[in-house]
């Protein structure tokens, strides 16, 4: 049974930085993709960023090219998303994820992503 706990939110102001963190669990992750979405108030779950386990390639939404940064730590199972220069449209609740396919190749849609972990709420002020 995979597990994913998320970690690492809260409020901070626009222009600040926030590290989100995600420990996975319950098998081994050499083929796959984690995946971090976000899902505003009213709005329907975006992909935000995604990386291949075995590879460490990297895809982001357009939005946040150039602000956040997707990382692993093979030796922990953690998968983080670096967030800098946050707006107040960032503000979301974060979920980590992991798709259910053994593709190693990333993939955006919701659909994909078998495994959620709860979420991690970030709050940006303006």
């Known amino acids: 049974q995979v597990q994913l706990v998320e970690s690492g939110g809260g409020l901070v102001q626009a222009g600040d930085s926030l590290r989100l963190s995600c420990a996975a669990s319950?098998?081994?992750?050499?083929?796959?993709?984690l995946g971090w979405f976000r899902q505003a108030p009213g709005k329907e779950r975006e992909f935000v960023a995604a990386?291949?386990?075995?590879?460490?390639?990297?895809y982001y939404v357009d939005s946040v090219k150039g602000r956040f940064t997707i990382s692993k730590d093979n030796a922990k199972n953690t998968v983080s998303l670096q967030m800098n220069s946050l707006k107040p449209s960032d503000t979301a609740v974060y979920y980590c994820?992991?798709?259910?396919?053994?593709?190693?190749?990333?993939?955006?849609?919701?659909?994909?992503?078998?495994?959620w972990g709860q979420g991690t709420q970030v709050t940006v002020s303006s």
């Open positions: 994820a992991v798709d259910g396919g053994l593709t190693g190749k990333i993939r955006v849609g919701n659909r994909f992503y078998t495994y």
């Open positions: 319950g098998r081994t992750f050499s083929k796959s993709v």
């Open positions: 990386i291949t386990w075995s590879a460490s390639s990297t």
